[in-house]
């Protein structure tokens, strides 16, 4: 029996590396750069003769649109450590290249006395981290895999560091991660690659932030206010089409339009929506050197006269972040039908992220950010974002139903959380909205669906259900009674408030026989006083929307009405969402 | 003559330490703060009360420059995070501490982290060559996915831990963040300035509890060294962190910052968590130790401040560093970043000798590192049995 090696190779930093994002090239262009970056590693592992069993497929029309930054590699034929090295060293050339080619590029932005400084934050940023065993393939290799996906874990237990060496000292850190020293030389700031890259007065870029603002090309990244704010634009398009076209002629004066590809939604507004918000106009064209008064007319004649018609756009967009369930222990049973089991099933992911890409962009309004398997990243307009997070399940489950037939395993889900956040926050805060609420989507028990939202009131709103429950359909359901005008809000929060006044746990038997009653009776009482046509007749909790165990503990109780109060709460914030003309009422072209 | 003093400080407004990025990361303007303050915004904020005594009590205003220099030697000793319910006064079981990392949460139960001789059978390589550091011992992981721990233990499960024994508790989580909005406003129309809005996190310090528990509050408590005689410092609020927000200053006794009872006072191994950030020469790797071979492999070795004789490093569980970009508020600039071994950061030695390690409450809350004035490096001595398997 023949022997060969299994390689386990890993880059990072993945989660903070993307976060670190202000404007949306921010961070488009950081998922692409780790992307490109895991490509040249496997690039570089194929031409040292590994064969790659995940991702099995990094280029070509089946590859998934995004390269993972874990690579499972067969290696048959010489040495495993000079494969992982080769690997580590291709991508940390590409990283300095990529690096140095946009500061060449750019001498208007950079301060040329930072360049040690640059150097030594591109050299520093990647990190590998891999490991490696023998092993005889195909009946070795469930151990295999055991062995060195165990070593790599344990191995990242220790992240080694070394000091700044390159410091100027005296300057300002990036906006973008707060550690790294700016890169961008001082003084004034106008025109050219300031305005194009749309750095900010008081922005401050190091090296990596540089690159991820002026590496890909304007008009190449979708705003993410143009994601938002796309039901409303499409509304405006399709019931106010000639204002619409005055404010698209006038924006085509002085910006650069977005490329929409093959997101046909986008044309309806292929300008950086913000220019819809009010307050926000001159600040933006301002950013783009226009007089204040000119952005200020701008705005008076070409955005006034639709708000008064449609009302304001409702600003806040949905980051999707979905995850299969239990791949770590799916991967483990496949592995005992050997590395081409792995193979087939990375294929098949590779399939579902591309399917992905059409789910978000295509049937929804939404920009894919990130598909590498069964991980998406992606941000869709609010009224979207239910359909879009079911669709997204219902792909993956059957992507799954096809690739595992017949192999005897449990078909993993996926959970879906969708954090919901203003358009204007950072990116970085609405990439932790998402993944805060793909978390609360997983739970303990997976295959689950999550809602999180943070106003700028910053409340926040949280809920989840099983995708086996009906959650779409639950707070569908929620938004309906709301739009009837049956469930008034004040009386939501009047039980919430009740709520937060009885104790979740009880001490003592006595103590739960004390407050289960009145947390009961609190809830009937408050919504018996909801005047809905009847007069007197009230609401019952049921009516509400709201099915209570009746007899659940006082936990049980408490979790049950506080879910369904966070339900209403997020139902009345898609209820706004969604865009209903009010007719003409004045100033409309 | 110096002088130590002890001081428990309650932030009555919150408080905002704001980290290295500007005050503009996002088009509505939000800051972004540490979860917890930097020792060196605590000793900040002692060296300004200072410097306000100093000129009361002198009836002068000093220049920056003399500010800098008849403040330098207020020292900043152990940092504590404190927890009381309140009205109480602040005793060791208030202490909170940071989660250490050779703890591991997996099917909702708490697990020890041992480090293991690496398995001859699998070989690793990191971001840089370094055959020391693929020889370092690696703590074995258990089975199963693991969950994020909260940042904070009790004294007692902290003091358990130090004696090998694991706590049931997941932890404690931190103060609660709320958030301030302001906005700049226009003189003239007052109305708010477009695009002027910013939003700031605030670690709010008192928390509500359920019903019938009451309210507790957090604090900081600390142990510092004044340059001269002063028992009544500081003698009124205190500002902290971003905005100077006031805090209340409260006397504590040395017991606060004493040992616990029942720490191992022989250990085969040394486990050395780190209470509070450190700053190393060499940025992960402790000072003192140098490469060298032990027992066949490449190894560090070297001795630590207030350990008996040559030591070898295991072990290192660190976490990325603790990015601190400070603000020269002399100099009126940025200072450059310091990169340091986080909080909760945990290393394992082994003597050269063989022999046990000894008076490891000794250890308590000793100072390790560069930046000692400033409260870095406070270690917490624990037990470790290298020959030990299971946890």
Known sequence: ??????????????????????????????????????????????????????????????????????????????????????????????????GMEVWYKHPQLVDAGALGTAQEQLGTLLEFHAAWCSFSPPDEYRNALSFVEAALAERKRLRPFAPWKHQRGGRHKSSLDGARESVLVEGRREGGDWSRFRIGRREELDAIGLLKRTGGKPGQFIPVPTIGLAAYTALAKETKAPAMERLRRECSRFLTPVQPGKREWVRDFPFDAQLLLPGRWSTYLEEQELEREVAERFGQ???????????????????????????????????????????????????????????????????????GGDDVVGFVCLPDALGCAAELSRAFSAAMKRGLEGRGVKEPTLS???????????????????????????????????????????????????????????????VTLREKGTLPMTKVREVYTALRRIPRHAVSPQDE?????????EVQRVLARVEAGTPGAGLTPQQAGLDLKEDGTLEELHTQVEAWAERVFLAEMLSRATLRSRGDTRGAA | MSTTARFALL??????????????????????????????????????????SLMARSSRTLSPAQWERETQDVALGPVLALLRPL????????????????????????????????????????????????????????????????????EDALSGWLRGETPKSRGQSGPPFRVDVRVTLNIDTQTAEPGMLYQTPILEMLCREPLGTGAREWALGLECTLPADAPDFPGGPLGLGGKRRL????????????????????????????????????????????????????????????????????????????????????????????????????????????????????????????????????????????????T
């Not at chain 2, 697990?111 to 690793?124: D, I, S, Y």
């Not at chain 2, 968590?273 to 071979?293: H, K, M, N, S, Y």
């Open chain 1, 301 to 371: 004649d070409f955005v006034r006269p639709l708000l008064a018609t449609l009302g304001e756009p409702f600003p806040y967009v949905a980051c999707l972040m979905a995850d299969g369930d239990k791949m770590g222990e799916t991967l483990q049973t496949l592995a005992s039908h050997g590395p081409t089991a792995h193979q087939s099933l990375s294929r098949t992911l590779s399939g579902f992220a591309s399917e992905a890409r059409r789910i978000i962009e295509e049937q929804h309004r939404g920009v894919l950010v990130y598909a």
């Open chain 2, 87 to 154: 009205g109480e006064d602040f005793a060791p079981e208030h202490r909170m501490w940071p989660v250490p990392a050779d703890a591991l949460a997996v099917d909702g139960r708490l697990q020890r982290l041992l480090p293991r001789r690496p398995t001859r059978g699998v070989a690793t390589l990191g971001t840089e060559d370094d055959a020391a550091l693929e020889a370092l011992w690696r703590p074995v992981l258990p089975p199963g996915k693991p969950r994020s721990l909260q940042p904070f233990w009790t």
């Open chain 2, 11 to 52: 932030p009555r407004d919150g408080l905002f330490c704001k980290d290295g990025r500007g005050w503009y990361t996002s088009d509505v303007g939000r800051s972004h703060s540490h979860p917890w303050p930097p020792p060196s915004t605590i000793r900040g904020a002692l060296r300004a009360a200072w410097g306000q």
């Open chain 1, 1 to 98: 029996m023949s022997t060969a090696h299994l390689l386990l190779m890993s880059l990072g930093p993945v989660q903070d590396f993307i976060a670190q994002a202000r404007r949306t090239r921010d961070l488009w262009f950081g998922s692409h750069v780790l992307s490109e970056l895991s490509l040249e590693a496997a690039r570089t592992a194929q031409k040292l003769q590994a064969e790659l069993i995940f991702p099995a497929l990094v280029e070509g029309e089946e590859a998934a649109p995004s390269v993972p930054n874990k690579l499972l590699v067969l290696v048959r034929q010489g040495d495993p450590r000079e494969v992982a090295r080769a690997a580590r060293e291709a991508a940390r050339t590409r990283l300095r290249d990529w």
């Open chain 2, 247 to 390: 805090t209340l200053a409260e006397r504590v006794t040395p017991a606060l910052f004493a040992a616990p009872r029942g720490l191992p006072e022989r250990s085969p191994g040394l486990r050395l968590i780190l209470a509070t950030p450190a700053q190393f020469q060499r940025g992960w790797l402790p000072d003192g130790l140098e490469r060298a071979e032990y027992q066949g492999d490449p190894a560090w070795v070297g001795t630590l401040p207030g350990v008996e004789g040559q030591v070898v490093l295991r072990a290192a569980l660190v976490n990325r560093p603790l990015e601190l970009s400070t603000w020269d508020m002399v100099q009126r600039r940025a200072r450059a970043t310091r990169r340091l071994v986080p909080a909760g950061s945990v290393y394992f030695f082994e003597r050269v000798d063989g022999r046990p390690f000894t008076a490891l409450s000794t250890l308590w809350l000793a100072p390790w590192g560069n930046g000692r004035e400033e409260g870095l490096g406070r270690v917490l001595p624990g037990h470790w049995n290298p020959e030990e398997m299971n």
């Open chain 1, 416 to 478: 879906v959380g969708l954090g919901v956040g203003h358009v204007l926050e950072s990116l970085g805060d609405l990439l932790d909205l998402g993944r805060r609420a793909e978390q609360l989507a997983k739970g303990e028990d997976r295959n689950g669906f999550a809602l999180l939202a943070r106003l700028r009131s910053s409340r926040e709103h949280a809920w989840r259900l099983r995708w086996s429950d009906g959650p779409v359909k639950a707070i569908e359901d929620t």
């Open chain 1, 513 to 521: 026989a004390r407050w289960r009653p009145v947390l009961l009776g």
